[in-house]
Every structure is written in structure tokens, then in C-alpha cells.
């Protein structure tokens, strides 16, 4: 396994293997860059085929961290980490304790919180052997609880904000298609319902659709039938990669503004979303409410006052604003909107560090 000249590499500041055989533990934790703060990025599970296939995993996702906390302007870097295993059969709390202990090594350079297959639970173990950790319950003040509502709440904000650019409108009346209505999507429905919007939803769970009826008057189609709905806006909230050369000719929409994370099958699709005319809010932009979210949750638990969620929304608000930067970013350099976000976080995280001197 190379790790150096890996092709997910990518400048990564550090990347830790633990092994703790008394537990099973075998996990990476991966550092992709702290110039704007310590790496934050959840912990994943998974029964990774091999060692490589967690490693190129693990690089992916904490480099797509440093984007993410970039963009959204927090004063945190990108990292991640994943354990080799299988959730259902192999999970203990002495595990998960193991993994604390190993977060608690990077020296809080790392700080980890929920992923795939972990769980508020996994937190509270993990927390008996560090404080670098987050996603804890609400109950004691500082946690910032279940973050999909805010999730929700950004995804809301930034599908406004591309409405107003390009259909130079607000919600009232305009066509809305969501896929998926589990907890970002149907907090999703409700803001979009409240706002004038008409819904057009699709789901696996036929519950789910029977509740968004009556809820919000949505017209439920069937799974395959979303991408053709004579819609404003298509906000995917369930699988990545929907944006795809099979999808692309049959949408009708303006608009491309939802929670689900990779939703360009390829870098092409963006550039032919470009193309067509069709304004994409780059994902990992629109859903970083829940990234927000714990990082307040992280400045209360080291300064010991209290969750401030006003705060949070405050600057969940500004979302909006990024996608209308990004949006006139595009256009006047001719390039997609996924460019566009790539370009902006890559110049925030690229920039030099305050000395010691200078920050003094
Ligand atoms: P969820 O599991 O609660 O909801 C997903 C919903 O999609 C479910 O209702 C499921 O039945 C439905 N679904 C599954 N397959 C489908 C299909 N083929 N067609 C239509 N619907 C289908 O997940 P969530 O927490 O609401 O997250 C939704 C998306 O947003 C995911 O891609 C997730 O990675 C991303 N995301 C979530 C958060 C968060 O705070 N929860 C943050 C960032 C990104």
C-alpha cells in the first residue's frame, strides 16, 4: 500500500494507523490541512474490503472536509476517520473507547464526531478518553442535538438564494422536485411549504409520502419519475451521484439545489449543467449546516458556556450569500458553480497562516 505518492493523497499534513489489539481496533485517522484550524470530520465504520480501499476513503473524505470548512468560512481544517469494521457484528463501546483514545493521540489536531454507521453513542464512549469530540447530546447544554434540521435549514437558504439568481423570484408558487424525504429532505419540505413553494416528492418509504400529503399537499411520483417533472427545481436529498449522463437530458429544471452529498456522478456533469443553462449549488456548499452546527457545539464545549443557536443560524444564513458569490463567480470567469467552490475554498485554505507574531 503506498501512502505518499497515493493518488488520494493530495498534501495530507498526517495520517495516523491504530491498532489496538485488546479491542479489534483498526482505524486511520487522516489530516488533510489545518491552516484555517484544527481538522474536524466525522468517524466512519465500514467493513472496507481491504486496507487500500480504506485509505483512498479516508483521503477523499478529509480532503472534501478542508473544502467544506473552508467555504463555509470556519475556522477549521479537513480531516477524517474511518475504522475497519463491521458495525453490526464487530462494535463494541471498548472499541469505540480504543478510538478516543486514538483521537485523543493527534493532540487536537483531529476532532471527530459522527459518520456512517456511528452514532451519538459512539460519541459518549469516545468521549470518556478525549474532549476532542463532537456530536454529543443536547442535554447538557452545549450540544447542538440531531443537526438535520439545520441541514435542512442551509439547503433552504441556498435553494432560495439560487432561485432569486436565476428565476429572479422568490418561492411562492415555483415547482420544487425532492427526492428522498428523510431528515434533511422532509425539514426541507417544510421550509419550501411555508415559503408558497408546490412539492413534488418521491421516496421508498410510502409512510413518508402519506405524511408529505397531508402535510404540505405534495403530489407524490414514482422513484424514476422525478427527474422528469416539469418543475423550477430539482433538490435531490437521497443518493449521490443522480447527476448523471442518464438524468441530465430529462431534467427540466432551472434550478439544482439539494442535501445529498456527491451529487455529480463526474466533474463533466457539472461543466454540462453549465452548458445548458442550469444553475447547480455545489453540495458540499448548501448542506454544511450540520458542519456549522457542531463546530458551535465544539466552541461551546472548550470555552464552557452554552450552545448559541441563534448563532448557528446567523451563520447558516450565510450560505445564501456564498451561493450569490459563486453564482457571479461562474459567469464572469466561465467556469461551473462546482469550480467556482472549489476555487474559493482552495484560495481560503491555501492562505498563509498568521504567525505567531502577526496574530499577536
Ligand atoms: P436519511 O437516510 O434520513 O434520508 C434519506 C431518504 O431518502 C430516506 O427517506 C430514504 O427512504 C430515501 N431514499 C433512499 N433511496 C431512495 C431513492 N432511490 N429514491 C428516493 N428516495 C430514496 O438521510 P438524511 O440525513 O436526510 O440525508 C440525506 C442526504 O443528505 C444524504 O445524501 C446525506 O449524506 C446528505 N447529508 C445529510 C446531512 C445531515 O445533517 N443529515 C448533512 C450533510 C449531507
Redesign the pocket.
Same mark, same amino acid.
Given at each position: 500500500m503506498n501512502v505518499f505518492d497515493h493518488v488520494e493523497f493530495d498534501h495530507h499534513e498526517r495520517i495516523g494507523f491504530f491498532n489496538d489489539t485488546k479491542t479489534g481496533l483498526k482505524a486511520i485517522i487522516a489530516i488533510h490541512n489545518t491552516n484555517r484550524g484544527p481538522a474536524l470530520g466525522g468517524c466512519r465504520m465500514w467493513n472496507y474490503a481491504s486496507e487500500d480501499e480504506a485509505l483512498t476513503d479516508v483521503l477523499r473524505l478529509s480532503r472534501g472536509m478542508t473544502y467544506k470548512a473552508a467555504i463555509t468560512d470556519l475556522p477549521l481544517g479537513g480531516g477524517k476517520s474511518v475504522i475497519i469494521a463491521d458495525a453490526k457484528t464487530e462494535k463494541t463501546p471498548e472499541m469505540m473507547r480504543a478510538m478516543g483514545r486514538a483521537v485523543q493521540q493527534m493532540g487536537g489536531d483531529y476532532i471527530t464526531a459522527e459518520d456512517v454507521n456511528t452514532s451519538v453513542d459512539d460519541m459518549l464512549q469516545i468521549s470518556k478518553e478525549t474532549t476532542h469530540v463532537v456530536g454529543l447530546p443536547a442535554t447538557d447544554g452545549q450540544g447542538g442535538g440531531d443537526?438535520?434540521p439545520l441541514?435542512a435549514y442551509g439547503v433552504f437558504v441556498g435553494l432560495k438564494s439560487a432561485v432569486e439568481y436565476r428565476l429572479k423570484s422568490d418561492l411562492n408558487g415555483k415547482v420544487v422536485a425532492v427526492? #428522498?424525504?428523510?431528515? *434533511?429532505?422532509y425539514n426541507l419540505c417544510r421550509h419550501l411549504h411555508e415559503s408558497g413553494a408546490k412539492l413534488v416528492v418521491?421516496?421508498?418509504?410510502a409512510d *413518508?409520502l402519506d405524511q408529505a400529503k397531508s402535510d404540505f399537499g405534495a403530489e407524490v411520483v414514482g422513484?424514476n419519475d422525478i427527474y422528469d417533472v416539469d418543475a423550477d427545481v430539482y433538490a435531490p436529498? /437521497?443518493? #449521490?451521484a443522480t447527476l448523471n449522463d442518464d438524468t441530465l437530458p430529462r431534467l427540466k429544471v432551472s434550478v439544482i439545489a439539494g /442535501? /445529498?452529498?456527491n451529487q455529480l456522478a463526474t466533474a463533466k456533469h457539472a461543466n454540462i449543467l453549465q452548458d445548458r443553462g442550469i444553475l447547480y449549488a455545489p453540495d458540499y456548499v448548501i448542506?454544511a449546516g #450540520?458542519l456549522i452546527n457542531v463546530h458551535y457545539e465544539h466552541v461551546a464545549r472548550k470555552s464552557g458556556g452554552g450552545y448559541d443557536r441563534d448563532a448557528v443560524c446567523a451563520h447558516i444564513d450565510k450560505i445564501g450569500d456564498t451561493m450569490e458569490t459563486l453564482f457571479k463567480m461562474s459567469e464572469r470567469e466561465n467556469i461551473s458553480t462546482a469550480t467556482a467552490a472549489d476555487r474559493l475554498a482552495e484560495q481560503r485554505f491555501n492562505a498563509p497562516k498568521a504567525t505567531t507574531a502577526e496574530a499577536a
Open positions: 443537526p438535520s441541514t427526492q #428522498g424525504l428523510g431528515h *434533511v429532505g418521491t421516496d421508498i418509504n *413518508v422513484l436529498c /437521497a443518493l #449521490g /442535501a /445529498a452529498n448542506n #450540520g
